[in-house]
């Protein structure tokens, strides 16, 4: 009874990602969660049971034969609205690579990464769910981070400019839902990534058109338009036709358009980019944790990845021309 009441309390204390030595209690715990543990203690709240969906859906293989091993970083850091889903999203991306063999991901939220030295060691980067200003270092970071400059606004431009060379040179960008809300105050960051966030007039189930029905990436939905329930976005510029290449957007002949301030209706989901010699690949999915056990949704992820590695060509020119 006693040893009972006693997992009872320490269950939901890892529930909540509180700095529990989480190998002492549960010794099956996977290797993954605790590297996110460790990298980004606040993105740990995964719950067993979703990681087990999210194992479940996944991709069994690569859809592309990798050229070569791949390494990618996946970037937790978190500086604006926490969502919930971050850990597991990370998960579901470091568990793709390991099952279908397309990559090899670490998870950090340590801008130290981005120190044009360390960042060389990646073909690509992915940036979950990250919000606000988190190109900034915090006050307590600045110490080490050397490597990048000696104050915060040297840091700050350092690993800016470190990320575009990394893309502009062939490094792949991969970025979900939130990584559209960060770092206003830098336009290239608003390009690089294609666009961004200008609100969520939707929170419900929501009509999805494939924009460009046949194009590579969007093989996982075998031509069909289809429904989700999510967060869905609206965007404001650097966002522009001119400049991406829309893969979904939300259905425009539907009522629920109706909410969008946009002129034009047009509100694009996902899309991918060119930037010099680097691809970048968008979804603005991926606000609650089932979009990460989806397994249509997962497949998506996994060509969109397997795009920003070179493994799959696929037309990134942008849709207006
Ligand atoms: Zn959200």
Redesign the pocket.
């Known amino acids: 009874m006693k040893a009972l009441k006693r997992f009872a309390m320490v269950v939901p204390a890892l529930l909540i990602g509180a700095t529990v030595a989480m190998a002492e209690v549960t010794p099956d715990v996977p290797e993954v969660i605790k590297v996110i543990k460790k990298a980004a203690p606040d993105n740990a709240a995964i719950k067993p049971e979703d990681m087990k969906k999210v194992d479940e859906a996944l991709p069994k293989a690569a859809t592309a034969k990798p050229a070569k091993a791949h390494k990618v970083l996946v970037l937790t850091r978190v500086a604006g ?1 926490q ?1 919930s889903s971050v850990g597991l999203g990370a998960y579901a991306m470091v568990e793709m690579g390991k099952r279908t063999g397309a990559y090899e991901a670490t998870v950090s939220n340590d801008l130290a990464n981005l120190a044009p030295e360390k960042l060389k060691e990646f073909d690509a980067v992915i940036l979950c769910n990250m919000t606000g200003h988190w190109l900034e270092p915090k006050d307590n970071e600045v110490a080490g981070l050397s490597a990048l400059g000696k104050d915060k606004a040297e840091i700050t431009k350092a690993a800016l400019a470190s990320l575009l060379a990394f893309v502009d040179s062939g490094g792949g960008l991969m970025g979900f ?2 990584s559209s809300d960060a770092n206003y105050e830098h336009p290239e960051f608003g390009k690089l990534i294609g666009g961004w966030f200008d609100g ?1 007039p939707w929170h419900e189930k929501v009509q999805v058109k494939l924009a460009d029905p046949t194009h590579p990436l969007l093989a996982a939905f075998e031509g069909k338009d289809f429904e989700v329930t999510d ?1 869905i976005y609206q965007f404001k510029d650097p966002y522009n036709l001119n400049n991406i290449h829309e893969l979904l957007k939300l259905d425009p002949s539907t009522d629920q358009i109706k909410k969008t301030k946009r002129a034009d209706k047009d509100c694009a989901i996902a899309w991918v980019r060119d930037q010099g010699k680097g691809h970048v690949f968008y979804s603005s999915l991926g ?1 609650r944790e089932e979009i990460y056990w989806n397994p249509v949704l997962m497949k998506f992820y996994l060509d969109g990845m397997q795009f920003v590695l070179g493994d799959i060509k696929a037309d990134a020119a942008p849709t207006q021309k």
């Open positions: 609205f969502h839902h939130s969520h967060e606000h």
